[in-house]
C-alpha cells in the first residue's frame, strides 16, 4: 500500500443503518446451500467475513417466491420456513460478530445457471421469452405473472426486515429479471411494461421498489443493484449519455431505492470518458452526481484481473489500492464493495487497516470450490 487508507473507515449513515466503515462485502454466487437451504457452513462463512471488519455484508443472490426463479439447484431461497430459518442463523452469527448484512433478493429471468444442464420444474420467465436479442428460453410473463413477481420481491423484503437484517439489496443487474426488463434486447414487450425508452422500461422496476419500500417502511434502507453490462453481452449499455442515465435511474430512486450499487467490471474505468476524460466519474459517481443517492461502487478492487476473467480460470495478484483512495478521497461514491478478494482473505478489512497488504492472498478460481 502506498497511499494510506484512513479514508475507506470513515463511518457511514444512512436512515437506520450505521456502518463503521465503507467496504462492502459484494454478493457472490456461491450455490453451497443444497436443496435452496442455507446451513451451518453458510453462516459461518458469513460470520468470518464480519470478524475480519466488512462494513456491510452483501450476501449472495437468494431467490423469491417463484416458480423458476432460480437457475441452479443449489442456490438458497428466501421463501419457505427451513430457508428463512437458515438464514435467520446467518443473521445471528453476523450480528454476534458485531456485522452489519442485506440479503441480496433475486429473480434470474432466463438466464443460464452454471450447471448448464439443470432445469427448474417450471417454464424460465421473463418479460419477452428472451435469453438474449434474438434467443428465445422459456416463456414471456403475463401481466398476472409480473403482478405475482412483484409481490414475491415486497413479501422477501419484509421478511428480511423481520427476521432482523439490517438492510436488502434487490439484484436489478447483469442481464437476470429485473435487468431484462431495462434492455431493450430482451424486452419487446407492446405493453406498459415495454416501450422505446428506457424510463418506459423501467416501470417494472419502479414497481417493484415501490412495493419494497412499502413491506419495509420508510426508516429501512433499500439498496438497488445496477449495472449497464450482461453477461450475455459485456459490451452492452442502457444509458450511453447522461440524460438517459438520468431518465433510468431518477424514477428508481424516486420510487424509494436509498443506495444505487453501480456494477462495474473495473471500478476505476469511466463511464462517459467522451465528458470527462480517461479519469473521469465511473458509473456509480455519475449515478451519484445525477441523482443525489448514495451509491456503492465495486470492480476488481484489490486485485489485478477482472472476475469475468475468473470463471475462465485466471488467477489474480493482490494489488495496490491508490486507485480507490484517490476517487473515494475526491467523494465520488459513498461505499465500495470487494469481492473475491474477501473469498481469499476473510481478514481482508483488518489488513488493510494496519497497513500489511504484503500479507493478503491473490485470488485463484479454486478457491470457489470450497465455502470457506
Known amino acids: 500500500m502506498t497511499a494510506s487508507t484512513d479514508v475507506l473507515f470513515r463511518p457511514f449513515r444512512i436512515k437506520s443503518l450505521d456502518l463503521p466503515n465503507r467496504i462492502v462485502m459484494a454478493p457472490m454466487t456461491r450455490t453451497f446451500a443444497p436443496a435452496g437451504i442455507p446451513g451451518a457452513a453458510n453462516a459461518a462463512y458469513y460470520r468470518r467475513r464480519a470478524e475480519g471488519g466488512v462494513g456491510l455484508i452483501l450476501s449472495e443472490g437468494t431467490v423469491i417466491d417463484?416458480?423458476?426463479?432460480?437457475?441452479?439447484?443449489?442456490?438458497?431461497?428466501?421463501?419457505?420456513?427451513?430457508?428463512?430459518?437458515?438464514?435467520?442463523?446467518?443473521?445471528?452469527?453476523?450480528?454476534?460478530?458485531?456485522?452489519?448484512?442485506?440479503?441480496?433478493?433475486?429473480?434470474?429471468?432466463?438466464?443460464?445457471?452454471?450447471?448448464?444442464?439443470?432445469?427448474?420444474?417450471?417454464?424460465?420467465?421473463?418479460?419477452?421469452?428472451?435469453?438474449?436479442?434474438?434467443?428465445?428460453?422459456?416463456?414471456?410473463?403475463?401481466?398476472?405473472?409480473?403482478?405475482?413477481?412483484?409481490?414475491?420481491?415486497?413479501?422477501?423484503?419484509?421478511?428480511?426486515?423481520r427476521l432482523g437484517f439490517d438492510t436488502v439489496e434487490l439484484h436489478g443487474a447483469h442481464g437476470y429479471l429485473i435487468d431484462q426488463f431495462f434492455w431493450a434486447g430482451t424486452n419487446t414487450r407492446t405493453d406498459g411494461y415495454g416501450g422505446a425508452t428506457i424510463a418506459d422500461r423501467s416501470r417494472f422496476a419502479v414497481?417493484?421498489?415501490?412495493?419494497?419500500?412499502?413491506?419495509?417502511?420508510?426508516?429501512?434502507?433499500?439498496?438497488?443493484?445496477?449495472?449497464?453490462?450482461?453477461?450475455?453481452?459485456?459490451?452492452?449499455?442502457?444509458?450511453?449519455?447522461?440524460?438517459?442515465?438520468?431518465?433510468?435511474?431518477?424514477p428508481l430512486v424516486d420510487a424509494g431505492?436509498?443506495?444505487?450499487?453501480?456494477?462495474?467490471?473495473?471500478?476505476?474505468?469511466?463511464?462517459?470518458p467522451e465528458i470527462d476524460g480517461e479519469n473521469g466519474l465511473n458509473f456509480a459517481g455519475w449515478a451519484k452526481k445525477l441523482t443525489g443517492a448514495a451509491t456503492i461502487s465495486v470492480g476488481s478492487v484489490g486485485l489485478s484481473g477482472e472476475f469475468i476473467a475468473a470463471f475462465g480460470g485466471e488467477t489474480s495478484e493482490h494489488s495496490d489500492l491508490d486507485k480507490l483512495v484517490e476517487r473515494m478521497e475526491r467523494d465520488e461514491f459513498d461505499l465500495i464493495a470487494v469481492g473475491r478478494a474477501l473469498i481469499s482473505n476473510p481478514d481482508w478489512v483488518h489488513k488493510v487497516q494496519a497497513g500489511a497488504g504484503e500479507a493478503l492472498k491473490g485470488f485463484s478460481p479454486a478457491a470457489l470450490a470450497e465455502l470457506v
Not at 420508510?218 to 453481452?233: C, G, N, T
Not at 431505492?257 to 462517459?272: I, K, T, Y
Open 257 to 272: 431505492a436509498d443506495v444505487l450499487h453501480c456494477s462495474q467490471r473495473r471500478f476505476w474505468e469511466p463511464e462517459f
Open 207 to 250: 414497481e417493484v421498489v415501490k412495493a419494497v419500500r412499502a413491506a419495509v417502511g420508510p426508516d429501512f434502507p433499500v439498496i438497488l443493484r445496477l449495472s449497464q453490462w450482461k453477461q450475455q453481452d459485456y459490451t452492452a449499455r442502457l444509458a450511453t449519455t447522461p440524460d438517459e442515465m438520468a431518465a433510468w435511474l431518477q
Open 66 to 161: 417463484r416458480p423458476a426463479s432460480r437457475n441452479h439447484p443449489n442456490i438458497p431461497f428466501f421463501h419457505g420456513e427451513a430457508a428463512l430459518a437458515g438464514w435467520q442463523q446467518v443473521i445471528d452469527e453476523v450480528h454476534a460478530a458485531g456485522g452489519k448484512m442485506a440479503p441480496q433478493i433475486w429473480h434470474t429471468g432466463s438466464t443460464v445457471g452454471p450447471d448448464r444442464e439443470w432445469k427448474p420444474d417450471a417454464p424460465v420467465e421473463s418479460p419477452s421469452g428472451l435469453l438474449a436479442p434474438d434467443k428465445p428460453r422459456g416463456v414471456a410473463m403475463t401481466e398476472q405473472d409480473i403482478e405475482a413477481t412483484i409481490a414475491a420481491f415486497a413479501k422477501a423484503a419484509a421478511d428480511s426486515k
